[in-house]
């Protein structure tokens, strides 16, 4: 379950990365365009640019395995969410509403490091595909001690 | 959507840390993973170094599944490039580690936590692919949505080359030769924000005798973009914010100029060997270059974030200002060697991250060692001079003599020029023998060597009424603590004499011929020796 205090956090203007892998445990990855909390924390919706995740897709279609990684560039406060993808659908209007909001807060937190809006107005997000994930697991990820361990168990002297 | 291949060698601009790079693993037992990457590095055509300072699931993964994918923007264009990997070894020491360590060790000292955060291992991948990630970004709708091209090229450069070349086989003198190199760096390079420092007489830190950029004696912020000269100054380590303690002036500015660059031009600002891009650059003699470094300071202030969370604090230490220019995003520092020995460093930043290339890096350890033989040079002609025997230094010596008779006081020389001795102006100098510190007016002005050496001719001023002297004595004046070989005496007197033009312009050391300069005071001056804390 993501606890109640992430939900903004993973909703915010974070970086959102996307690791796969393929039946013979190569790995692929690619950059969302947002997420979406789901059942209180017990599940996810993660928007995936057509252009830019075929792979990923087909990993998914293969083994559903996923990994989620949403950083915030301003500090690099990080957390990792792994679990299963059980839908993998077309995005529809209620998804766009979501990934329109994520595209202003992203513009805004990247544009607190430097990238323009140039850029980040013309990064790929529509179409796009919505992946539901089944939460299984949630690390912290932030760089420094303690980096992978789960939640909660980060194993502070 | 796979896309254009490219040779790994053109995406050099991807590998410099500007954007943080994304890498993807699986565990043996079929676990993605996914993270962002503080540092790829260009190994050769076909392989690239990433760095571990943790050992983390990303390190776990390829000791189980040697493969990756990692992700890389080009910071120029934003575009997206995939690099499919396969780990190969990791190295914890050689050439490659040590290139990989020196940047981290500069991101950890300026963030205060050296020797806490560091590489543990270079991780050496093969590359099997690299394709661009067609439709990352959509087409621009204007050409002001590109990107500006970058212009450098060689003929640019080479014109650089041959300038500064010039210059400094045409210098009559160090201080010539520092002040034409750094010129022609920024006139036909547009290497801007420039300084060359040298080491101080105990080796272990450098201290500022030229710069380019920072403004002179009496440039207020405003000369160099920033509108708050006295928030500048009070939020860095300046030599002048410190006050007269027990313990001597303390004068290190960490990672190079800091407050003093808006009073002085940060002539006698210090670095420790070891801090920052300068002192790492003096410690392994080697050339380093950080770039985004914003992006590189996050990072090492998230580690640090977490170190402090998990109660590891005590081996953190203050947070070390960046040099001079408080927005750098790229930094250059190159050792001056000659022959095996340690002249200086000179280094270069800029605000613009991309302002360095590889073209950059080459050209300029070109003329890094050109200026370091024209230092190499200055000193040996300097001390061949004052060594040419007795018979140069008594021919000065006995000049000075008889000029001397025709003064009314037995002992002095001949003064250059006619010190006004009036009482409108006054200076006092106070003397600090422990560590040989000099202040004036209550303000530090200069210490160690040079301080000695200020004192001995203000005291020789004071009693006898003498103004002109000449290296050859100071070199054979045992209580300065110049060594015996390659003093640098002729670096600490430029230090010397921007400090008094920077500090107290009434009192100045003007160059009269090689090897011979006078002392020229305005108004009256006091002196007097105090112990520390007195």
């Not at chain 1, 445990?25 to 252009?51: K, S, W, Y």
């Not at chain 1, 989620?68 to 766009?96: C, E, M, N, W, Y």
């Not at chain 2, 993807?24 to 190994?43: I, K, M, R």
Request: charge should be negative; charged fraction near 25%.
């Amino acid at each position: 379950m993501i606890p109640p205090e992430l939900f903004e956090f993973i909703e915010s203007g974070v970086s959102v990365l996307v690791g796969t892998r393929d039946a013979r445990l190569f790995p692929d990855g690619c950059r969302a365009i947002g997420a979406r909390v789901e059942d209180n924390g017990a599940g996810l919706t993660v928007f995936l640019p057509d252009a830019t995740s075929a792979g990923v897709r087909a990993n998914l279609e293969d083994n559903r395995r996923i990994a989620i990684g949403f950083s915030r560039p301003a500090d690099h406060r990080t957390i990792q969410i792994k679990g299963a993808v059980t839908r993998l659908h077309l995005a529809d209007d209620r998804d766009r509403e979501c990934i329109d909001r994520y595209r202003v807060n992203l513009d805004e937190s990247w544009s607190m490091v430097g990238v323009p809006s140039r850029f980040t107005e013309r990064a790929a997000h529509w179409p796009a595909w919505s992946a539901f994930v089944r939460v299984e697991g949630i690390f912290l990820q932030t760089p420094g001690p303690g980096a992978g361990a789960p939640l909660g168990q980060e194993s502070p002297k | 959507m796979s896309g254009a291949s490219a040779r790994l060698e053109d995406l050099s601009a991807c590998f410099q840390g500007i954007i943080p790079a994304i890498i993807a693993t699986c565990s043996a037992d079929g676990e993605p993973n996914v993270t962002y990457l503080s540092q790829v590095y260009y190994v050769d055509s076909r392989h690239v170094a990433l760095s571990c300072q943790f050992f983390n699931k990303t390190r776990r993964n390829v000791d189980e599944n040697p493969y990756a994918t990692v992700l890389v923007h080009h910071p120029v264009d934003f575009e997206l490039w995939r690099l499919r990997l396969r780990f190969q070894h990791c190295e914890t020491e050689g050439e490659l580690f040590e290139r990989m360590s020196m940047r981290i060790q500069v991101i950890a000292s300026h963030t205060g936590m050296s020797g806490v955060f560091r590489l543990l291992s270079s991780d050496v991948y093969e590359v099997l692919s690299v394709e661009r990630m067609e439709g990352f970004l959509a087409p621009a709708e204007s050409e002001l949505d590109l990107a500006p091209p970058v212009s450098s090229g060689p003929l640019t450069e080479l014109r650089g080359v041959q300038l500064v070349s010039g210059r400094i086989a045409r210098a009559p003198d160090l201080d010539s030769l520092l002040r034409g190199a750094l010129e022609a760096l920024d006139e036909t390079l547009g290497f801007s924000h420039s300084m060359i420092l040298v080491p101080d007489d105990r080796g272990d830190r450098l201290v500022t005798i030229a710069t380019r950029g920072y403004g002179t004696v009496g440039t207020t912020a405003e000369a160099m973009g920033r509108a708050d000269a006295d928030t500048r100054e009070s939020d860095v380590l300046g030599a002048d914010t410190h006050s007269r303690g027990g313990t001597g002036a303390e004068v290190t500015l960490g990672g190079g100029i800091g407050a003093e660059v808006t009073v002085g031009g940060g002539i006698g600002a210090e670095v420790q060997v070891g801090d920052g891009t300068i002192g790492t650059a003096a410690e392994h003699r080697h050339m380093i270059k950080v770039t985004g470094m914003g992006s590189e300071l996050r990072y090492g202030r998230a580690i640090r974030d977490r170190i402090e969370e998990c109660g590891d604090a005590e081996g953190l230490s203050a947070e070390i200002p960046l040099p001079g220019l408080p927005d750098a995003q790229a930094q250059l520092a190159l050792p001056l060697l000659a022959r095996d020995r340690l002249v200086g460093v000179i280094a270069v930043e800029s605000e613009d991250p991309l302002a360095f290339d590889e073209w950059d890096e080459a050209f300029l350890q070109i003329l890094a060692n050109q200026i370091a033989l024209g230092i190499d040079r200055m000193q040996d002609e300097e001390e061949q001079d004052s060594g040419d025997g007795e018979d140069a230094g008594t021919k000065a010596e006995t000049e000075v003599e008889t000029k001397s008779q025709s003064t009314s006081t037995p002992t002095a020389a001949t003064p250059v020029t006619a010190p006004d001795r009036s009482l409108e102006t006054h200076h006092a100098f106070v003397y600090y023998p422990n560590d040989d510190c000099v202040f004036v007016d209550g303000e530090y002005l200069i210490r160690n060597v040079p301080g000695k050496i200020l004192w001995k001719l203000l005291r020789e001023f004071d009693e006898s009424g003498r103004t002109e002297f000449t290296n050859r004595e100071l070199r054979l004046d045992e209580s300065l603590g110049l060594p015996p070989v390659k003093d640098n005496l002729e670096a600490r007197l430029i230090l010397l004499r921007k400090r008094l033009v920077a500090r107290c312009p009434g009192v100045r050391l003007v160059p009269v011929r090689r090897g011979r300069f006078a002392l020229e005071i305005d108004g009256a001056i006091t002196l007097e020796e105090k112990e520390c804390g007195a």
